[in-house]
């Protein structure tokens, strides 16, 4: 790892400015800059708005922040470090634009950004300056993002609309995280900020209680995508929303691979960093946690995203302490927002880091801690909303629902390992092994009460606590950054550069497949036992890549989305299968496609609705189904279409309905 600097204008916290870089008092403030700084903050986002091309502005905007932050020491860095500050800072000035008139539009939430960003570069006179240095286990960093991105990405590349549609239809939990994405572009800021209008687009009290930070930066990413502050098509809105989804889990992937680097600091270089860099690859990629992008744990994945990258900065915190308030504000908002469970690993992180490094924050400790007070109160709000109306944690705490299980000997190992690098006398006097130290067992405390508490109440360790193994997974892979400063470091050859250089490149590429083959199960060719796959061809990624994990929604969501849905404007419920989950899912298609999430406030009656496909049921099973449905009808704003798959089905939920005084409509849609 680089070695890191300062800002200029900061005092250092664990590093030191560069020899004869102008001191504060050298460079004045210019106030004609700060006027041309201003007018291209709005000139900038109007003249590419005019031209339909906002998406551009997600560069403009993480290359200003990167060219006015002053931490790490090569381009990779800074890139990943403004990106993660630019997040928490939409993330943020999200409440901001929730309550003024122009909601996600592209040019005032940009301007408003790069306004933000001149004016605190001026003020701390600042120019921009972006380091270009390139190390090269960046190659390990983008390649793990290329090569995650290629798997998970393979089986909707090119794919028409249905198709795409039963990969994204793998689990109601997706449907549900779209939903609220969808409800924030149409009220054009956080649901919790407009409940009464973001009921009719997701099911309540989800307005209130969910925690909305991903569905609101990805609504803000779709504004600048799309050049509107409108929604547009669900059907469009689903496609797009799937590949930020992707998307986010390469980059889960490539962070944490970059986090563990980092952690490592300037003495993991070489091909010590290779093995490193390699081994946190090979564990994200053949190990269980693709199967977030199955199970529809959108808003994980990207809590786990951020979380890799808070905990990173916060165990080392090579920044000045501009930077280290900053990152780690963002840190607290963009976690907290995204995912609050996790919320509290990184306030164990925090209290640790002022703690182990309370010397540096001598003469300045009032303010940086009325600072992160602050922050600590803006990423707090969105929970004591959901707990001041709808929440109830102890109940929440327990829900049951499928599980991704983190590779527990893997998670356990690692661990353990990182155990053992902090408390070797080299590692026990630096902050970062004291660091990993406490980071290691306050996450062990939180998990194992939190364990113990789920076995007092309920008996077994239930949803939640599984979704705190994956950060617990995430700490142990970061922490490879200091368990690679075990391993002997190369000794130094002599003779030419171009000698030393390819001697450098060959062991880093031996470790690196080394690693690869002991963590990722990679075989490079070597024939499997009894011809039997081998294990990195049977990972959970590779399933995804050939298409073994897709939904059984491809007939649902054709018709849906050519035949039936086209100018129904009232609530549906979509019975195509005597399988209750799949009419589930139909249903809830069918309200996210026609903008009704939130009308259909019965939907998990239709959980128990076992009727509509070709296949004949009992009376008792009909009748039990029968009354379920008029509950699920009876829920509903307005007299709602029933889409039945079988004709005779059909024909007899008219005539029962209608007796009933239902005033549902019955519509025999065959799936063929």
């Keep these: 790892m680089a070695t890191s600097y300062a800002a200029p204008t900061a005092d250092p916290v664990g590093v030191r400015p560069v020899p004869g870089t102008p001191g504060p008092t050298a460079r004045r403030r210019s106030a ?19 031209f339909a091309l906002d998406v551009l502005l997600l560069p403009v905007l993480v290359l200003t922040t990167a060219s006015l932050i002053r931490v790490g020491g090569g381009l990779l860095d800074r890139l990943v470090l403004a990106s993660f500050l630019l997040c928490g800072a939409v993330m943020a000035f999200g409440l901001l634009f929730s309550l003024w008139p122009w909601g996600l539009a592209p040019v005032p939430g940009a301007g408003v950004l790069l306004t933000t960003a001149s004016v605190c570069g001026w003020l701390a006179r600042r120019r921009p300056r972006i380091p270009l240095r390139l190390r090269g286990s960046d190659a390990l960093v983008a390649a793990t993002v290329a090569v995650v991105w290629h798997y998970v990405h393979h089986p909707v590349a090119g794919k028409p609309a249905a198709d795409r549609l039963a990969h994204f239809l793998t689990s109601e939990d997706r449907l549900g995280h779209f939903s609220y994405f969808a409800g924030i572009r149409h009220v054009g800021g956080y649901a919790f900020l407009h409940q009464d209008a973001a009921k009719a687009y997701m099911m309540t009290p989800s307005e209130a209680v969910y925690p909305q930070g991903s569905h609101f930066l990805l609504g803000w990413i779709d504004a600048l995508v799309t050049s509107s502050g409108g929604a547009g098509s669900a059907l469009a809105m689903t496609h797009r929303y799937f590949l930020y989804v992707l998307a986010a889990y390469a980059l889960l992937c490539g962070v944490l691979v970059w986090a563990a680097r980092w952690v490592g600091g300037p003495r993991l270089h070489g091909w010590r960093a290779a093995a490193v860099c390699a081994t946190a690859s090979a564990v994200m990629m053949s190990g269980s946690m693709a199967e977030l992008i199955e199970r529809g744990f959108d808003s994980e994945t990207i809590g786990l995203l951020f979380l890799a990258v808070a905990l990173a900065v916060l165990v080392r915190p090579a920044t000045g302490r501009t930077e280290f308030v900053l990152l780690a504000a963002a840190g607290l908002i963009a976690v907290t927002y995204v995912y609050n469970l996790y919320g509290v690993l990184v306030g164990i992180a925090l209290a640790a880091v002022l703690l182990v490094h309370r010397r540096r924050f001598a003469g300045r400790r009032i303010p940086v801690l009325g600072a992160l007070a602050a922050a600590a109160l803006v ?14 944690v102890a109940k929440t705490s327990n829900l049951a629902g499928p599980m991704v299980i983190p590779d527990r000997p893997v998670f356990i190992g690692l661990g353990l390992l990182a155990l053992v690098a902090a408390t070797l006398p080299v590692n026990r006097r630096t902050g970062t092994g004291r660091m990993v130290l406490a980071l290691v067992l306050g996450a062990t405390a939180v998990i194992g009460v939190f364990g113990a508490w789920q076995k007092h109440t309920i008996g077994y360790y239930s949803y939640y606590f599984e979704k705190l193994t994956a950060a617990g997974l995430v700490i142990a892979v970061l922490s490879l950054g200091l368990i690679g400063l075990m391993l002997p470091p190369a000794v130094r050859t002599t003779g030419p550069a171009l000698r030393r250089r390819a001697d450098l490149l060959l062991r880093s590429c031996l470790a690196s497949a080394a690693a690869l083959a002991l963590f990722g199960n990679v075989q490079w060719g070597v024939p499997s036992g009894w011809n039997h796959p081998s294990a990195w061809y049977d990972s959970s990624m590779l399933k995804w890549a050939r298409g073994e994990l897709k939904g059984d929604m491809g007939p649902a969501a054709t018709v849906l989305t050519e035949r039936d849905l086209p100018g129904v404007t009232s609530p549906v419920i979509a019975l195509y299968s005597n399988e209750s989950y799949y009419n589930l899912k139909s249903t809830f298609l069918a309200q996210i496609l026609t903008h009704q999430a939130g009308n259909m406030v019965g939907l998990y009656e239709v959980f128990h609705v076992k009727l509509g496909g070709p296949a004949a049921v009992e009376e008792t099973e009909y009748q039990a189904s029968l009354g379920r449905l008029k509950t699920a009808i009876a829920s509903c704003p307005a007299p709602p279409t029933v889409l039945v798959g079988d004709r005779k089905t059909a024909d007899r939920l008219r005539h029962d309905l209608s007796a009933a005084g239902s005033a549902a409509v019955v519509v025999h849609a065959p799936l063929t």
């Excluded at 004609?32 to 005019?50: G, I, K, N």
Aim: glycine fraction near 0%.
């Design 379 to 392: 990423a707090a709000l969105p929970s004591v909303v959901s707990v001041l109306t709808k929440l109830d």
């Design 32 to 50: 004609p800059v700060l006027a041309a700084a201003l007018a291209a903050s709005w000139a900038v986002p109007l003249l590419l708005d005019a």
